[in-house]
DNA sequence: AACCCGCCCAACCGCGTGCCA
DNA sequence: TTGGCACGCGGTTGGGCGGGT
């Protein structure tokens, strides 16, 4: 199809506007609207072609912009529908009154985008970051978690723990996840057995976990208790009904388990609403996996509150978004649990 | 004080798509 | 059905600005 060759022409002013231009504009569009942009600025007195005036309104003069610093609301907004939706900055545009494609456009990319970055998260899948220049690069970010911790930066070292532990379950999840893939999976297989057998194969990061037994201990922690009663012990017999889990009879399903554990939590996490009540599938999951219940579901790793407690403000706004979907109000706490054995000792990710 | 560098964001570029003759 | 026009959208650019050296 051809392009518009609305900007061909040549002599049209380029570059930033004048305020008499502004002025300009504002005058014809208050005083006729817009009209065809292709036309307006012939008819308003302007040497700029319509695309230029169109862009200006819409993204800088219209009255209705709402100029200055994202609120921690929006930005979470922002960030709940990115995950939906992708780039698509004028749909998200839409949610949010006031604010350009543009504008939220320009923030994703100087501000969330790298936040997410810091925090291990890949912006663009919004799962945490499991590529191999990070898992080559856990044992730095370990080494850094222990200076922090050695220098008293509990908030850092906190988060940069619950990072790397996030790392290598979304990495246990993948591993599983493909050896599932390769071979036929009985048809009453049970997820948490395969999680139980699977060999975990990120090596950074076993090495640093330590012996096969401390891997255990944190397989544990993640799993909660054995295969047989998971549904009578840790995990809450809340969660796989309310979030409408079930245990997958097929690799699909599995897939779909995958995906919804790292958005919820995973497994041994249950979801609750500000009273620390269990959330009912209708506010939560339609129903099997419905992809499309993502957009009422933050799409952020699960994250001990106990840690964000702890956290700074300005970094703990990304979990906000949970807000009064409060992660593991059972006592059972798994991420607690990880922190609490690693920070004895238990689990050496920090030495004290 | 001068320079450098990285960040931010307004504006541009080019493609896709809908509409209409 | 086809081709041209207009608009919208997402990616990219580059100038201004502030902080660091």
Redesign the pocket.
């Known amino acids: 199809?051809?392009?518009?060759?609305?900007?061909d022409d040549s002599g049209l002013k380029?570059?930033?506007?004048t305020p008499e231009e502004d002025q300009k504009l504002i005058e014809y569009i208050q005083k006729h609207g817009h009209?065809?942009?292709?036309a307006l600025p012939r008819l308003a007195g302007l040497n700029r072609c319509?695309?230029?005036c169109?862009?200006?309104w819409t993204?800088?003069l219209r009255p209705d912009i709402r100029r200055g610093k994202f609120s921690d609301e929006e930005e979470q907004i922002i960030i709940n529908l990115h995950s939906v939706l992708g780039?698509?900055?004028?749909?998200i545009a839409n949610q949010l009154p006031g604010r350009t494609?543009?504008?939220i456009?320009?923030?994703w990319?100087?501000?969330i985008r790298?936040k997410l970055l810091q925090m291990g998260i890949d912006p663009v899948t919004h799962r945490p970051r499991t590529d191999l220049n990070l898992l080559a690069n856990l044992p730095q970010f370990l080494a850094v978690a222990n200076l922090n911790n050695l220098m008293g930066s509990w908030d850092n070292s906190l988060r940069l723990q619950a990072e790397a532990a996030q790392l290598a379950r979304s990495q246990l999840f993948q591993n599983l996840l493909q050896a599932n893939m390769n071979t036929p999976t009985p048809p009453n297989s049970n997820p948490f057995n395969l999680l139980r057998s699977a060999s975990f194969q990120g090596q950074n990061f076993a090495e640093h976990a330590g012996s096969n037994a401390q891997l255990e201990g944190l397989l544990s922690n993640l799993l909660g208790p054995g295969p047989d009663d998971h549904h009578t012990h840790h995990m809450p017999s809340t969660t796989s009904t309310n979030l409408g889990i079930q245990e997958p009879s097929n690799v699909n399903d599995y897939n779909q388990i995958l995906d919804s554990s790292v958005y919820l939590g995973g497994f041994g996490s249950t979801l609750c609403d500000s009273n620390g009540s269990s959330i009912s599938d209708q506010n939560l999951i339609s129903s099997s996996y419905d992809i499309s219940a993502l957009d009422i579901i933050p799409p952020l790793v699960s994250v001990d509150p106990k840690m964000e407690a702890k956290s700074t403000p300005s970094t703990s706004t990304t979990f906000d978004a949970w807000g009064e979907l409060n992660l593991d109000c059972e006592p059972t706490n798994y991420w607690g649990d990880m922190i609490d054995q690693s920070s004895s000792g238990a689990w050496p990710l920090i030495s004290s």
């Open positions: 199809m051809a392009r518009s060759p609305c900007c380029k570059g930033p506007w009209g065809s942009w292709r319509g695309k230029s169109r862009l200006r993204n800088y780039n698509k900055w004028s749909a494609d543009n504008e456009k320009n923030y990319n100087t501000h790298k």
